[in-house]
Nanobody, 119 residues
Framework: QVQLVESGGGLVQPGGSLRLSCAASGSITSIYDMGWYRQAPGKQRELVAVITSGGSTNYADSVKGRFTISRDNAKNTVYLQMNSLKPEDTAVYYC?????????????WGQGTQVTVSS
């Protein structure tokens, strides 16, 4: 079975930085798009950033210039570097990935990691 395990969340002051990691494991044939979503209290889950297997990226307008998504295909891992953090970035962050196991491709989700930005 395939799993996505996230790490790197925590409490930081405004202006600080965090680096989130998400590693895929299990019976994996190929990993296609990978991404990060977040859900803040009282709000809908929203897309933060995505990266294709070829390295193309897209970002939400609210994080452009501050966040960077990257991936290490050899480690089946996607990262989210978050700089200049603001209180409005406080949310549970979820990674996801489209993963092929044999002939079946499914979208998988991590368990979520809490990011809190507060002074």
């Amino acid at each position: 079975q395939v799993q996505l395990v996230e790490s790197g969340g925590g409490l930081v002051q405004p202006g600080g930085s965090l680096r989130l990691s998400c590693a895929a494991s299990g019976s994996i044939t190929s990993i296609y798009d990978m991404g990060w979503y977040r859900q803040a209290p009282g709000k809908q889950r929203e897309l933060v950033a995505v990266i294709t297997s070829g390295g193309s990226t897209n970002y939400a307008d609210s994080v452009k210039g501050r966040f960077t998504i990257s991936r290490d295909n050899a480690k089946n891992t996607v990262y989210l570097q978050m700089n200049s953090l603001k209180p409005e970035d406080t949310a549970v962050y979820y990674c996801n990935a489209d993963i092929a196991a044999r002939v079946t491709t499914l979208r998988y989700w991590g368990q979520g990691t809490q990011v809190t930005v507060s002074s």
